[in-house]
């Protein structure tokens, strides 16, 4: 009797540490394998970027071609440029012009160059109850939004979607997050996050077109307001200044950063999202300046 | 409802077609919170056993600190991880930060109060007088606390699976040292978070179905070791 419940409890034991074993196993030469240093490039990059679909296009063919393996961190574009002031990613492909400005003076970073831009639009609810439509201007519209206390959500994530959001509200001279009522809220999400809350709390909100178009088949949140001039949204792709930061991976990060103005690269930008939406999602730009864009 | 019907038969159409993407990242959140667990399993069990059954200053702070631990935010735990981890951070020379080995640390961290926490009380829950027939019967010190484990191996299964249950949902944390890399760290509470973001409900659905799946099928074959025998 003692003896059956002695090899009762050995045979458990013994499964266990079977099944241990195994899980263990089949992890260490995946999980424990180093790599060398140099391959791995950490890309520091928006959500739009991802959530959109557009690296999950580009970056296979970039391995396929170089052997680098990217490591993408989707964060929004405040983070990605914090990443990079602190030498914690090699390359970062960004939105936020005036943040990233501030990051080049600071020589954080090197090699800055134009990618691709495409705008921001203004989403509601169908029935517009702020009426914004017919707006000349985006802060017209968002001053049309805080005068009737209509829902905004914002993004509140230091983003470049949320730096330019700030911009507007500059622009409109009113400073939402100082306003008494509940009308301006904040997500602290990533943009498709953001316009699902959005569409479930019937709000405005500003996005990239690249995510609206990805998700709109969901949302039922139409476009409202857009072709302004400011709303403009540019992505570049910067370097992080290896004089500052030895250890990022320079070599890996300008590969990646000629990879995305390439022509090859281009074309691809160009036609990413045609088949899916029926329209570009992103306009390729690298040929061109940041003054003659919009025109 | 009908979003949530779409995405369980979408759960089924991508298990049933062997989607490889969902496999992988199937098979690797099993593989990471599965190696976590083990390791947890070693440091959870011996310290509970340790501090159960052993006398010195400060024990009852170290209990505390212990049962503090089982409620560790994972979030916390990440944000901590990834600070170390940093290139010019403290650990930043074993260059893991991104990978599935940093998971396994986080995951290993999370999980290892949680089973110390049971482990203790598992131990304390023995009948004092064991130990001293144990002894008695001329066991060595290692060969008692073998024979402790064994004794109370039922709540310490329940301790594998408290564990592994913590760690195979957790999020905050694989997302924040593992970057939810395509095809190298992303597991299904990262992915089906990206999904939930792209608005790809169904997707997110289906992930969220294999993963309940699967931690039902772990409990259940751990639960079948468990009750295998009754009771006493």
């Known amino acids: 009797m003692k003896l059956k419940k002695l090899a009762t409890c050995f045979r458990c034991l013994g499964f266990f540490a ?50 680098y393996f990217v490591k993408t961190i989707a964060v929004g574009s ?102 008494p009522s509940k009308w301006y809220q904040q997500t602290g999400q990533g943009m498709g996050q953001t316009l699902n809350v959005a569409a479930e709390k019937l709000g405005y909100t500003l996005t990239d077109r690249g995510t609206w178009l990805a998700l709109q088949k969901n949302l039922g949140l139409p476009i409202l307001m857009e072709g302004d001039p400011l709303l403009l949204n540019i992505y570049h792709v910067i370097d992080v200044n290896p004089a500052k930061w030895p250890k990022v991976n320079a070599p890996g990060a300008r590969a990646f950063s000629d990879f995305m103005v390439s022509p090859a690269t281009q074309s691809i930008i ?16 690298a040929d061109k300046k940041v003054e003659d864009l919009g025109k | 409802m009908e979003l949530i019907l779409e995405g369980i038969l979408k759960a089924i159409a991508l298990l049933v077609s062997l989607d490889p993407e ?50 560790l935010p994972p979030v916390v735990v990440g944000l901590f991880v990834t600070i170390f981890l940093w290139r010019n951070g403290p650990l930043g020379f074993l260059q893991i930060l991104y990978t599935p080995t940093a ?9 290892t109060p949680i089973i110390s926490g049971i482990s ?32 109370a191996r039922l709540p310490l299964l329940a301790a594998v699976m408290a564990g592994f249950g913590g760690i195979i949902s957790e999020v905050g944390a694989s997302i924040m040292v593992g970057g939810n890399i395509k095809g190298y760290s ?29 931690a039902f099928l772990i409990n259940f074959l751990l639960t079948r070791i468990q009750q295998r025998e009754r009771p006493r």
């Open chain 1, 18 to 67: 079977l099944l241990c074993l195994i899980t263990g196993l089949a992890t260490a030469p995946a999980a424990f394998a180093a790599e060398p240093a140099q391959k791995n490039i950490i890309l520091a990059t928006t959500t739009s970027t991802q959530d959109s679909g557009l690296l999950d296009a580009l970056i296979p063919i970039f391995e396929k071609e170089t052997g």
């Open chain 1, 78 to 179: 405040g983070q990605a440029m914090a990443m990079g002031e602190k030498g914690e990613a090699d390359v970062l492909l960004v939105h936020s012009p005036a943040a990233e400005k501030k990051f080049m003076e600071a020589q954080n970073g090197i090699n800055r160059r134009l990618v691709m831009h495409n705008d921001f639009v203004i989403v509601g609810p169908p029935a517009d109850p702020a009426g914004i439509k017919g707006s000349k201007t985006s802060p017209e519209a968002f001053m049309k939004i805080a005068n009737t206390g209509n829902l905004f959500l914002s993004r509140g994530d230091n983003s470049g979607t949320h730096s330019k959001e700030k911009g507007i509200w500059k622009a409109a001279g009113l400073n939402p997050e100082e306003q």
């Open chain 1, 270 to 285: 160009k036609t990413f999202g045609v088949d899916k939406y029926g329209s570009p999602l992103f306009f390729p730009d």
């Open chain 2, 22 to 71: 969902v496999l992988g990242i199937t098979a690797l959140s099993l593989k990471i919170s599965g190696t976590a667990t083990l390791i947890s399993l070693f440091l959870g069990v011996s310290t509970g056993t340790v501090v159960a059954l052993t006398r010195f200053p400060g024990r009852k702070l170290v209990v505390s600190l212990i049962n503090t631990g089982m409620g």
């Open chain 2, 103 to 111: 998971i396994i640390l986080a995951q290993a961290i999370i999980a």
């Open chain 2, 120 to 151: 203790l009380a598992a131990m304390q829950n023995l009948p004092a007088n064991l130990r001293l027939q144990i002894l008695a019967l001329g066991a060595t010190r290692i060969q008692m606390f073998w024979l402790l484990i064994r004794e």
């Open chain 2, 186 to 214: 992303r597991v299904l509470t990262t992915a089906t978070v990206m999904e939930t973001g792209r608005g790809n409900f169904d997707v997110a659905i289906a992930l969220s179905a294999i993963l309940l799946l699967l």
